[in-house]
């Protein structure tokens, strides 16, 4: 069984940029979510997917989309990258209705 | 809404003593309440969960009791090692979601 993996690990954009992080879900696991963890903070939901569509988005802005493919992989995509958004980007797959999510390592993105 | 609120850190203890991280939550309904463990450098780890009122979550030692009359969720352990020395993050699911709101987290440190 694998887990959650997620790439880049770490990543340096500038502002203004557009970044795509990526997820690949643990097996089995059908509903996949992203978190946004700023610096000594708490994860903070953006949205989440099943069978392809959002299920459901926290408050960020438009320019945070998201896309989960048939097999169940996961896209983040941000475009006008600001300084804020640096942050620890956490992918989550869950099987839906079980509620226990099983979290990738991140993405460590900075923006400068 | 929704939200929770745990004790602030970090909290600096010797090997063997006793912890308790408190932890309370506001939310409609019925949520599903959860303890997430993160060492250094990693993602989130399930630590325990609770479903129901009463419920009692338990792993490695540690537990945690849902009571819905004090809205609280309170993470122990009898004798805590330096191993345990990492951020703990409590976390509640609404009824009916796979979405995940997070606590600030608390940072544990245990000295020999």
């Known amino acids: 069984e694998t887990g959650v993996t997620q790439s880049p690990t770490h990543l340096i954009k500038t502002r203004g940029q557009q970044v795509t992080l990526r997820c690949s879900s643990q097996?089995?696991?059908?509903?996949v979510s992203w978190y946004q963890q700023a610096l000594g903070q708490g994860p903070q939901f953006i949205f989440q997917y099943y069978r392809e569509e959002e299920n459901g988005r926290g408050n960020f802005p438009p320019r945070f989309s998201g896309l989960q493919f048939p097999n169940y992989s996961s896209e983040l995509n941000v475009n006008a990258l600001e300084l804020d958004d640096s942050a620890l980007y956490l992918c989550?797959?869950?099987?839906?209705?079980?509620?226990?999510?099983?979290f990738g390592q991140g993405t460590r993105l900075t923006v400068v | 809404g929704n939200s929770v609120t745990q004790m602030e850190g970090p909290v600096t203890l010797s090997e063997e003593a006793f912890l308790t991280i408190n932890c309370t939550y506001t939310?409609?309904?019925?949520?599903?309440l959860f303890w997430y463990v993160q060492y250094p450098g990693e993602g989130l780890q399930l630590l325990l969960k609770a479903t129901k009122a009463d419920d009692k979550g338990s792993n490695k030692g540690f537990e945690a009791t849902y009571r819905k009359e004090t809205t609280s969720f309170h993470l122990e352990k009898g004798s805590v090692q330096v191993s345990d020395s990492a951020v703990y993050f409590c976390a509640l699911s609404p009824y009916n979601t796979d979405k995940l709101i997070f606590g600030t987290g608390t940072r544990l440190q245990v000295f020999p």
């Open positions: 989550a797959s869950s099987l839906k209705g079980q509620g226990e999510a099983f």
């Open positions: 939310a409609t309904g019925y949520p599903s």
């Open positions: 097996s089995g696991h059908n509903t």
